[in-house]
């Protein structure tokens, strides 16, 4: 309470914040700390990740053959009986990056003035210009295409220009199908025979055929909170009573506080702006599910096609989890005994070098006998994540390395390009020497050797965040974003990056990725 008025008192005085302001915060469930807390990031900054080396092949990322993730899936199969397990897919993103481009050329482009060739030309805008080419191949094309010939009874007889500009037009009119302001989960991604599917649905069916245990899957969804009945919607729509479907949103309380370059509070009619925190906050989220194993993938991550092999691979990362698990586990159960010998300890600590690329204090050989079984129970005592790593084609994103931090210990790490420091150039040259790309894929072992619940917040790096620069309404101003989920949020798990074929990475990044192989019939 009196540090609450100390902060407080603080805030009034540099900060010139009011009653209304404090009840604001109250109102979000935001403690005074946490704002105090960012306030000082702001003026201090935060340390950049120090990334040693990418982690490559058989230097931090594993590599099966397909004969032995088929090992790995069949081990998985046949324990998958005793776990709980669920989907979890952050899905509240907006799809305004999918159609950035199109809104860009609605905004720009004047039909009056020059045709929409010339405007490709002028703006070297190749993506229109694969969109328009490839526009009948979309799976929401006839849908848009039967609405323009419902509204404009002539047409037929446009020209092509017209045609092709009014079909970008409805396609993001707010009063139509509006497709830049839905979530990305509600729309039409693939086209079959007999219907055309959402993301929602795709995750669905993968959850069937990797996700099951006991005769039901789980999936559990992020989302916004005005998106819950479109989800409910196609879920309800579902042909599987052996779905169980779960909804959360990103909590109020995890949104930052705004400040301008001096570093004070920004407002609007007198009213605090605060931003998402970012995909970190959904570390909140996570925590409050209770199944055993987790597979965490995002909602734009779906195919068409390689189903069979998505859900290989998918089991192949948990039956590997599994193993893991089930030694890691037995090494606390030793390390519980009356009597460790010697011998044992040494087992152990080759365990966690060899099998889980951690790296111990260099005083491990030092420390007495007792201090050696407490230690070596603090580092096997962790969630577990065996995160999927595709090979490196150059998609935006972060990736696997292998960082050094403020004690030179070095550790796994998937880092994002925010995270570094882009003034050091050899910093930015190992960032980019990556040979793999991170795909979100990640399979997690949430409970201990006791069979409880991890607090996932005790194994969050606070100090990995980072501050980002905005604008709103013509004010630049600054944010900060809590650690990502599987980057801070994840940074003191124990972690091991496993290759998986590309053919099981399929984003959806911008609307003309639905023209792929892997987005389109076969």
Known sequence: MEENLKIKSSLIEEQKLTEVHFKQVEAYGIDLNKIAEELQLFKTGIPKVVVEKPATKNDGILVFSPNEMETFATKFDTEKSKFSLEKFVPASGAASRMFKFLSAFLLEF??????????????????????IIGMDKFPFFTAVHNRLKEKYTNFDLWKRDDKN??????????NEFDFANKPKGILPFHL??????TPIEEHLKEALLYAKSNGMAKIHFTISGEHQNDFEKIVSQFNSKEIEVTYSEQLKKTDTIAVDYNNIVLKENNELVFRPGGHGALIYNLNQINSDLVFIKNIDNVSHNNLNEIALYKKGLAGYLIEIQTTVFEKLRILERDKVSKELIVDIQNFIETNLKIELSKDFKNFKKESKIKYLKTILDRPIRVCGMVKNENEPGGGPFWIRDKEGS?????VESSQIDVQNENQVQIFKSATHFNPVDLVCGLKNYYGEKFNLFHFVDNQSGFIVEKSKNGIDYKAYELPGLWNGAMANWITLFVEVPLETFNPVKTVNDLLKYNHQPQ
Do not use: G, M, V, W
């Open 192 to 197: 079959y025979t007999k219907a055309i599917e």
């Open 110 to 131: 004047n039909p009056e003035k020059e045709t929409i060739n010339s405007y490709i030309n002028r703006k070297k805008e190749t993506s229109l210009q694969a969109f």
């Open 165 to 174: 500009y009014f079909f970008i037009k409805i396609l993001l009119d707010p």
């Open 410 to 414: 070095i550790s796994l790490q998937i």
